[in-house]
């Protein structure tokens, strides 16, 4: 079986570069845009108690929605295509990088940031030198949550004509063919094992040196 997808696969492989292209392109412009959105908007609320609660309360109702259920709503609005895959795989990235930030920021001990008040520095001195250095490493915990669930998934953007490697899994599925299917699945969950590794790589090189752990 796996021999047989290796020749389906080097008999197809502009066919699967093409595919895997649109599969890392739709996947990282989606948590780029994700990333864009909600740490700003995780850091504005952070400090305020009630917009806080309620910015996370909505994080966690975006978190309860299937996937499918996202892509499923976005297509009578935007239509089948590129776009509409590229909204819903945002609309799912946004939860756990905005609550990580809220978390990251909130949890800075208030005891530094008085000490860095009474140093004489600005808000946004304490903001940019304190807090989110500290932060760091719970909003990048977020930000590699976000990456694993976008990678995966983006699977589901074949069903609303998104492209990538879902396409090769939903025509397995759809002509009973194994090998066709696992052309898709095993690229897709390889890239989400890289993309684990490598987002944590970047949350320990990122993490200041004094916080890392031993």
């Known amino acids: 079986m796996l021999a047989e997808a290796w020749h389906y696969l080097t008999t197809h492989l502009a066919q699967f570069a093409t595919a895997f292209g649109v599969h890392v392109a ?3 412009s989606a948590l780029a845009l994700a990333a864009l959105i909600a740490i700003p908007a995780g850091i ?5 108690a009630g917009a806080a609660l309620a910015a996370i309360n909505a994080a966690n109702i975006g978190r309860t929605l299937p996937s499918l259920a996202v892509l499923a709503l976005v297509m009578p609005i935007l239509g089948t295509g590129f776009t509409p895959a590229l909204v819903a795989l945002t609309l799912l990235a946004l ?3 905005l609550t990580n930030t809220i978390a ?3 949890g800075v001990e208030r005891d530094i940031v008085d000490a860095a008040r009474g140093m004489g520095m600005t808000p946004r001195e304490i903001r940019d030198r304190v807090e989110l250095p500290i932060a760091t490493p719970v909003i990048f915990a977020g930000l590699r ?3 694993v669930q976008v990678v995966s998934g983006a699977v589901l953007a074949a069903f609303i004509g998104g492209g990538g490697l879902g396409d090769f899994i939903t025509a397995g599925i759809a002509m009973m063919a ?3 299917l696992l052309v898709g699945a095993i690229p897709v969950t390889l890239l989400s094992l890289a993309t684990d590794f490598l987002f944590g790589m970047l949350e320990r090189r990122l993490t200041p040196r004094g916080m890392r752990a031993k």
């Open 178 to 180: 194994v090998p066709l």
């Open 145 to 147: 949550t976000a990456a």
């Open 95 to 97: 939860p756990p990088i």
């Open 44 to 48: 504005a609320v952070a400090r305020r």
């Open 104 to 106: 990251g920021i909130i």
């Open 26 to 28: 739709i996947s990282a």
